[in-house]
């Protein structure tokens, strides 16, 4: 009976073993860019999510002084930065936008609505969240009543950039 020899063998199954270790670390690796939403004073995570360019959220709360909807919303650019597109409201009063600055366009949409039009960039967006001017957060089908699973708080929204392996262990933390 002839003896075999792995020695051939051997390099061929190191490469293969390898090979899918390498490619886990090396996507272990890839940046991820994602939103997150935490409360400011005690750093708790509300919302996580990745990200790409051009995708969309928005704010919604009631104005304290008109009692009326206002919604802001925003984008992300192509640097993963927050940018507030756009401020839809259906009523004038103070704390509303009633002129116009450089760069900004007014439509009335055909609900009645008033959409003001703008690009202000933002690191990331404190925000004060109130039991009664019911502050919302939608970001495709994600729809967070921010009053309600907050209460009165201050929150921070922000964009952030790891490695997709560090990603993983946010979401774990979150899940515990």
Not at 125 to 152: A, M, Q
Request: hydrophobic content about 40%.
């Amino acid at each position: 009976m002839k003896k075999l020899h792995f020695t051939s063998a051997l390099p061929i199954i190191l490469l293969m073993s390898a090979v899918p270790a390498f490619l886990a670390l090396w996507t272990a690796s890839l940046p991820v860019c994602f939103l997150e939403i935490v409360h400011a004073e005690e750093g708790s995570r509300v919302f996580l999510t990745t990200i790409a360019p051009r995708n969309r959220f928005s704010l919604g709360y009631t104005h304290s002084v008109q009692l009326s909807r206002v919604t802001d919303e925003f984008e992300i650019d192509k640097d993963f930065r927050i940018i507030l597109v756009s401020v839809v409201f259906s009523d004038h009063g103070a704390g509303l936008p009633y002129d116009l600055l450089s760069g900004e366009s007014f439509s009335i949409q055909k609900d009645g609505d008033f959409t003001v039009s703008k690009y202000v960039r933002f690191s990331e967006i404190p925000l004060r969240v109130g039991r009664e001017y019911d502050n919302t957060f939608r970001f495709g089908s994600h729809h967070i009543n921010l009053s309600k699973t907050c209460g009165d708080s201050l929150l921070t929204i922000r964009t952030r950039q790891c490695s997709a392996l560090k990603y993983f262990f946010y979401m774990v933390e979150d899940l515990v």
